[in-house]
T-cell receptor
């Protein structure tokens, strides 16, 4: 019972390189989310997908793209990494309904040099 | 719009001290309220929740009561342990056409022996 799996756990990129962060859930949840966490800034929503086939921008979408490949998988792509994208990235899912919170993955720590 | 305000940290307590972390909110409709905990180097885990007024959520000795009249959801624990050292996040989900949780900025708790 894995829950939410993020890969990789750590990554170092050079400025201008691209990469994709992967997220997969086995909880059969409709909604999936990508957040970044920076010191003193709390959690900031990058993109979310309310259901398979839909994606929407969050608070800080610039420099990122997402793909909701199927109900299980939601990937985050950095096309041209910048040092400002150094952060810890969390994927989360939640089922439909007002009473439910998120289940988070364990995070990807990304450093852009 | 929705918002969550938490007391600013960091908070440092001695082992066995009483803990209160204040959380107040602004929301449309009748939100569900959550406390999440993040241990060092890990993702966020759901600690407890309450889905309607006067509900009390509890887990691992932590408690929080949903107070609609004061729009508050304060986290309390009677006797903290060193292992409770973590960052605590208050959050709400209001439904009302929203698909995302609204988080406070987090409060860092350090418990010293």
């Amino acid at each position: 019972n894995a829950g939410v799996t993020q890969t990789p756990k750590f990554q170092v990129l050079k400025t201008g390189q691209s990469m994709t962060l992967q997220c997969a859930q086995d909880m059969n949840h409709n909604s999936m989310y990508w957040y970044r966490q920076d010191p003193g800034m709390g959690l900031r929503l990058i993109y979310y997908s309310a259901s398979e086939g839909t994606t929407d921008k969050g608070e800080v979408p610039n420099g990122y793209n997402v793909s909701r490949l199927n109900k299980r998988e939601f990937s985050l792509r950095l096309e041209s990494a910048a040092p400002s994208q150094t952060s810890v990235y969390f994927c989360a899912t939640r089922p439909s309904g007002v009473s439910y919170g998120y289940t988070f993955g364990s995070g990807t720590r990304l450093t852009v040099v | 719009g929705n918002s969550v305000t938490q007391m600013e940290g960091p908070v440092t307590l001695s082992e066995e001290a009483f803990l209160t972390i204040n959380c107040t909110y602004t929301a449309t409709g009748y939100p569900s309220l959550f406390w999440y905990v993040q241990y060092p180097g890990e993702g966020l885990q759901l600690l407890l929740k309450a889905t309607k007024a006067d509900d009390k959520g509890s887990n691992k000795g932590f408690e929080a009561t949903y107070r609609k009249e004061t729009t508050s959801f304060h986290l309390e624990k009677g006797s903290v342990q060193v292992s409770d050292s973590a960052v605590y996040f208050c959050a709400l989900f209001s439904g009302a056409g929203s698909y995302q949780l609204t988080f406070g900025k987090g409060t860092k708790l350090s418990v010293i022996p």
